[in-house]
């Protein structure tokens, strides 16, 4: 098993890093959360877990050694692959995922592409436990920050590791917001993988 990777960054994709190891470069699946915080030319690490199939020997990376536990740990549940497992980190942090199963909260899982309804209550059945307890918030955690959103972060420090100047990045995230704004107001998460395909498009029309 390859259990993470630790070199310069030479390319980047919306959902693939390329981290130079020895001279070789190794292709890394990576949610966009994880993406937005690699910046082409700089050193990286990321924890790996490698999926061995027939036919294929994909490597998935992550920020931190928890995110690839919760990774691997949410593959247990029946019909959770690797795509399931990653999309379910892409839409929620590790503790958000505790959270989630502690609390049964089916609308969480569900606002991952690919989870229905049924699916989800299934999950919250099969993985419920598995886990473990999130982490307790205190102190200064409790209070709500001021300043932009955290999905407005996230997607402008992907667009700008994906190479795309300051103001290239702004303008796409407020193209999108609306999108955003829609799925908040629905009471769920805003989905930062699909605002990130979304904003990838504005900025190609616009060129």
């Known amino acids: 098993m390859i259990a993470f990777v630790n070199g310069a960054v030479a390319a980047l994709t919306p959902n693939l890093a390329v981290i130079e190891v020895g001279g070789v470069g190794m292709a890394v699946h990576c949610t966009p959360n994880t993406?937005?915080?690699?910046r082409v030319g700089e050193?990286?690490?990321?924890?790996?877990?490698?999926v061995v199939r027939e036919d294929s020997l994909t490597l998935y990376g992550f920020a931190d050694d928890d995110e690839r536990q919760v990774f691997e740990l949410l593959q247990t549940a029946s019909g959770v692959g690797p795509r399931v497992a990653q999309a379910m980190l892409g839409v929620h942090t590790p503790d958000a995922l505790r959270v989630a199963f502690a609390s049964g909260d089916a609308k969480a899982l569900t606002a991952v592409p690919?989870?229905?309804p049924k699916g989800a209550q299934k999950l919250l059945?099969?993985?419920k436990g598995k886990l473990g307890a999130p982490a307790p918030v205190v102190g200064?955690?409790?209070?709500?920050?001021?300043g932009p959103a955290p999905w407005t972060e996230q997607l402008t420090a992907a667009l700008i590791g994906l190479?795309?100047?300051s103001r290239e990045a702004e303008e796409a995230v407020?193209?999108?917001?609306?999108?955003a704004e829609a799925a908040?107001?629905?009471g769920g998460p805003a989905p930062v993988p699909q605002l990130l395909r979304a904003a990838l498009q504005t900025l190609n029309r616009a060129r």
């Open 35 to 38: 993406i937005a915080g690699l």
């Open 163 to 165: 190479g795309y100047a």
């Open 184 to 186: 908040l107001s629905a």
């Open 43 to 50: 050193q990286a690490r990321l924890a790996t877990s490698l």
């Open 174 to 179: 407020v193209a999108v917001t609306p999108q």
């Open 125 to 127: 059945l099969e993985l």
């Open 140 to 146: 200064a955690q409790r209070a709500v920050a001021s």
């Open 114 to 116: 690919g989870i229905g």
